[in-house]
């Protein structure tokens, strides 16, 4: 199986909407933020599969990432992450960080639900 996406394969950037919270001149800086999940939607055509991002209270001590993501038959995956006590700038990118890691153990693990078993 290629590790590359094909052109008709979904990717962040074709697929990912901007929410609340993110200016769309960030966007290719999330967009490389989230290029890892790119590898997991191989074989999903981009009609297939849907995501969005969002950040409530930017710039707050609470300052919540969530990352929403529809993959063709399979559950919705919500992944979200808190930055308490983020004051800096970078505590928004280290978010977006954090729930594209938490997006891919979800995504994985659907997966693996779905796969047969086989036993012995």
């Known amino acids: 199986m290629s590790t590359t996406p094909s052109e008709s394969d979904a990717t962040v950037d074709a697929i990912l909407h901007l929410g609340h ?3 769309e001149d960030e966007r290719p800086k999330v967009v490389e933020l989230l290029d890892q999940i790119n590898r997991h939607l191989i074989g999903r055509p981009s009609d297939e599969v849907t995501m969005d991002i969002h950040v ?3 710039d707050h001590v609470n300052q ?3 990352l929403e993501g529809q993959v063709g038959g399979l ?3 919500v992944a979200s992450h808190a930055e308490d006590g983020a004051h800096d700038a ?3 990118w280290h978010g977006v960080i954090k729930v594209r890691q ?3 153990r979800q995504l994985d693990d659907l997966k ?3 796969r ?3 036993r012995h």
Do not use: C, M
Request: no cysteine.
């Open 112 to 114: 693996d639900e779905r």
């Open 21 to 23: 919270g993110f200016a």
């Open 75 to 77: 559950p919705q995956i």
């Open 56 to 58: 409530k209270d930017r």
């Open 64 to 66: 919540r990432i969530t």
């Open 90 to 92: 970078d505590a928004v």
């Open 116 to 118: 047969p078993h086989h």
């Open 102 to 104: 938490e997006f891919i």
